[in-house]
T-cell receptor
Framework: DVKVTQSSRYLVKRTGEKVFLECVQD?????MFWYRQDPGLGLRLIYF???????EKGDIPEGYSVSREKKERFSLILESASTNQTSMYLC?????????????FGQGTRLTVV | GENVEQHPSTLSVQEGDSAVIKCTYS??????FPWYKQELGKGPQLIID?????GEKKDQRIAVTLNKTAKHFSLHITETQPEDSAVYFC?????????????FGAGTRLAVHP
């Protein structure tokens, strides 16, 4: 079974903390994505990567950065967490075709910033 | 900017009835339209997709139709069952900044009552 694993299901962090969300996929996929899910807004793309050490900004990159040092791992970093970053974060991966092919999602990390 | 509108936001049906969810997109160059189902506590999972060279696609009880002229596409679920209860997201591909990205609708919460 294909698998995208996010390191935490739930996280509570304090305002101003540096937060790391980790994602690992075991399908040897080239493409990895970070989305944010909020009620009434659907999924919004934060950052994506089509190759190791490559990253591109999505639609809402402000306040976030990413790291992809290995093909299977894509990390999302909140440099200084703020309350408006309280949300559900979803990692996904896909093979050839980038966004034009099936994306496999992790189970999500619900982050609360207090 | 480019967006995908999805209606309705909530849908309640009796078991055995049909359910229809509609989406419209703004970028006429979009050529890939997936539908994802998200069950409680899980990440979204692809259930069906359609490309712009096809007008309709069916997989057992689910079907998707695409009208490129009107820039809208729809998900049809027949003979609904309680296990169809979930949040459904439509998406459309967008070519921007040299890459393909997916723009998601806001989601439809479907409840199927026994």
């Amino acid at each position: 079974d294909v698998k995208v694993t996010q390191s935490s299901r739930y996280l509570v962090k304090r305002t101003g903390e540096k937060v790391f969300l980790e994602c690992v996929q075991d399908m040897d996929h080239e493409n990895m994505f970070w989305y944010r899910q909020d009620p009434g807004l659907g999924l919004r793309l934060i950052y994506f990567s089509y190759d190791v050490k490559m990253k591109e900004k999505g639609d809402i990159p402000e306040g976030y950065s990413v790291s992809r040092e290995k093909k299977e791992r894509f990390s999302l970093i909140l440099e200084s967490a703020s309350t408006n970053q309280t949300s559900m974060y979803l990692c996904a991966s896909s093979s050839f075709g980038g966004a034009n092919s099936e994306a496999f999602f992790g189970q999500g990390t619900r982050l609360t910033v207090v | 900017g480019e967006n995908v509108e999805q209606h309705p936001s909530t849908l309640s049906v009796q078991e055995g009835d049909s359910a229809v969810i509609k989406c419209t997109y703004s970028d006429s160059a979009s050529n890939y339209f997936p539908w994802y189902k998200q069950e409680l506590g899980k990440g979204p999972q692809l259930i069906i997709d359609i490309r712009s060279n096809v007008g309709e696609k069916k997989d057992q009880r689910i079907a998707v139709t695409l009208n490129k002229t009107a820039k809208h596409f729809s998900l049809h679920i027949t003979e609904t069952q309680p296990e169809d209860s979930a949040v459904y997201f439509c998406a459309a591909s967008l070519f921007s900044g040299g890459y393909n990205k997916l723009i998601f609708g806001a989601g439809t919460r479907l409840a199927v009552h026994p």
